[in-house]
């Protein structure tokens, strides 16, 4: 089975803080995913990498960054946390190569910016 | 771009009564479909897929979906609801012709009543 691990199930901040969320993956996905997971606004897509060091904007990347230096790990970045972000994020992989593919995802890491 | 329509937001069963999540796609050649269930402050757990091969598909835990082009429709069911069945529910669609995009619909929040 794929695995997908998110290196923190629950992260406190403060404002202004620089946050990193660490998300691997075990199965030699060439796609991987940045979610924010907020009540009544269901997922949205922050950024996605396609290969190592290829990232496109998803729909809402104001405020973040992402690195992917390595295939199995894609790393979130928030350049200066703010309250707003405080949100469920979940990372995810998938194979590009294969449209049926289906996402896997990690089991998400819920940041509380103060 | 695809969109993808949960009709409810909310379903309520009793136990061991059926369920049903109703899922619309928008038209697309062949698109993939997949439901997903998350529970409390946990991620995404793939239940099944629909890739073009038989149109009734089955899932993990009882579940299964039906894929019906003409209506562009891909229900959720399940014969009969058990307690742990209570959860979120995301009908997700892939479309090969815009690469490596998943679409989301909003979900739909089964509660299981004793």
């Known amino acids: 089975d794929v695995k997908v691990t998110q290196s923190s199930r629950y992260l406190v901040k403060r404002t202004g803080e620089k946050v990193f969320l660490e998300c691997v993956q075990d199965m030699d996905h060439e796609n991987m995913f940045w979610y924010r997971q907020d009540p009544g606004l269901g997922l949205r897509l922050i950024y996605f990498s396609y290969d190592v060091k290829m990232k496109e904007k998803g729909d809402i990347p104001e405020g973040y960054s992402v690195s992917r230096e390595k295939k199995e790990r894609f790393s979130l970045i928030l350049e200066s946390a703010s309250t707003n972000q405080t949100s469920m994020y979940l990372c995810a992989s998938s194979k590009r190569t294969d449209y049926n593919s289906p996402l896997h995802f990690g089991n998400g890491t819920r940041l509380t910016v103060t | 771009a695809q969109s993808v329509t949960q009709l409810d937001s909310h379903v309520s069963v009793s136990e061991g009564t059926p369920v049903l999540l109703r899922c619309n796609y928008s038209?697309?050649?062949?698109?993939?479909l997949f439901w997903y269930v998350q529970h409390p402050n946990k991620g995404l757990q793939l239940l099944l897929k629909?890739?073009?091969?038989?149109?009734l598909v089955k899932g993990i835990n009882g579940f299964e979906a039906e894929f019906k082009k003409s209506e562009t429709s891909f229900h959720l069911t399940k014969p009969s609801a058990h307690m742990s069945d209570a959860a979120e529910y995301f009908c997700v669609v892939s479309d090969p012709d815009t690469g490596n995009q998943f679409y989301f619909g909003t979900g739909t929040s089964l509660t299981v009543i004793p």
């Open positions: 038209s697309s050649y062949s698109p993939s």
């Open positions: 629909y890739t073009s091969a038989a149109t």
